[in-house]
């Protein structure tokens, strides 16, 4: 695969607004787990993005008015992404930018509140209720080409949590095949009712902050979050900012349950395998892998299988979810902007509060942060009915 180049990136989580932030929260430790105190529910620990509920749309916007979207606009509004967007746009034209977008539930929190607001005697929702410009998938994107005037083609992806990973690859397909020049590429997840509850009631929460690797996890914490990046070929235009590169990504589909992965993990290991292939890279090259590392017993499980199986036990690793929760369709955004932070400041991240590392695992999993140079990272999604996707960035 010939390289592509991200030019610039942008990420909000709970532990911060941009990637300063999150660099720092990193370095520090500093987790932004709180206790659950979203719409009246009390289980586990969620990863709540500060400042939110005060943040409003432009009112040119304001009918795409939903959790999701404020969260897209919130995000649009770090680390000089709008200006960025304008210069791509400035030089390969409105038409030639495309969005590619990753989201699980998109602005569901909204048909929840209509629903909430229906009328006993008629059933209809609201009359203020925007099911196209809210709740539905398509949404994001809708949203984010009126808000930064792009006008290329729009596409969501909804593969769990591989949403936004797998956002890189069709977005990489767009440009190989000429329908665009940069995409705007990304995914954003927020809190709503229906998921909080629907893990709950498959026994994925845990009681306190997750731990993922741990011998006694017990669970997830779920966060909300997203981030965007551009991505383009490289040198198409002069002065072309870099922050890190696209080299590789291997995807595949389990087809083994629903809600639980291969135990085999023969679909993760074909993900990790098929980057790495695409890339023309050996195991060794690889000097960091961010695990999927969701905190949930049979998936920290099935991926230390997996890693362990393509690189043995000398490749450091780590789960980044301890700091954000787990922000579903928008994790494989966030972590791959985590990754540039690490390249960057030439670090990682070991796992957050983790006390004793399963001793059945064989991956070599750190608990404590490492100083050291970061020129490749290889980013796992491994989502619900066995979507795989891994991602390999390298340092500019």
């Not at 072309?240 to 290991?269: E, I, N, R, W």
Request: hydrophobic fraction near 40%; charged fraction near 20%.
């Amino acid at each position: 695969m010939k390289p592509l180049v991200l030019t610039a990136g942008t990420v909000v989580s709970a532990i911060g607004k941009g990637l300063n932030d999150s660099k720092s929260a990193l370095l520090h430790r500093q987790s932004g787990l709180i206790p659950c105190d979203f719409a009246g529910l009390s289980t586990g620990y969620i990863g709540r993005v500060a400042g939110l509920e005060q943040h409003a749309l432009p009112r040119d916007q304001a009918r795409f008015a939903c959790r999701n979207n404020i969260l897209a606009d919130m995000i649009c509004q770090q680390d000089g992404f709008e200006e960025a967007v304008e210069a791509a746009i400035r030089f390969y034209g409105a038409e030639r930018v495309a969005i590619v977008v990753g989201t699980s539930t998109s602005g569901i929190l909204s048909a929840e509140e209509a629903y909430e607001a229906t009328n006993p005697d008629t059933g209809f929702p609201p009359l203020g209720f925007d099911q196209a410009r809210t709740q539905d998938l398509f949404s994001l994107p809708r949203f984010l080409g009126d808000r930064l005037g792009i006008k290329g083609p729009l596409l969501t992806v909804s593969n769990a949590c591989a949403s936004s990973s797998r956002a890189f690859v069709d977005a990489r397909h767009w440009l190989e095949a000429g329908l665009c020049d940069a995409a705007l590429v990304g995914g954003v997840d927020s809190l709503c009712r229906m998921t909080l509850r629907g893990f709950s009631s498959l026994g994925l929460v845990s009681e306190t902050p997750t731990v993922p690797l741990d011998a006694a996890r017990s669970g997830i914490s779920v966060g909300e979050g997203g981030g965007f990046v551009l991505l383009e070929r490289e040198n198409t235009r002069p002065d072309q900012p870099v922050l890190a590169k696209l080299t590789g990504y291997g995807v595949s589909s389990d087809g083994h349950h629903m809600s639980s992965p291969d135990p085999k993990a023969k679909g993760a290991v074909g993900a990790m395998q098929a980057a790495l292939a695409q890339a023309k890279l050996a195991p060794p090259q690889i000097d960091y892998i961010n695990l999927h590392g969701t905190g949930t017993v049979v998936n920290d499980a099935m991926e230390d299988q997996a890693v362990t199986s393509v690189f043995g036990n000398t490749i450091p690793c780590s789960s980044t979810k301890g700091w954000t929760g787990h922000t579903l369709g928008a994790s494989g955004i966030i972590e791959a902007m985590f990754a540039i932070g690490m390249m960057q400041s030439h670090f990682i991240p070991g796992c957050l509060n983790v006390k004793n590392v399963d001793p059945d695992f064989k991956s070599r999993v750190l608990v404590e942060n490492e100083n050291r140079v970061v020129r490749r990272v290889m980013s796992n999604a491994f989502g619900f009915g066995g979507t795989n996707c891994s991602l390999i960035f390298e340092a500019a």
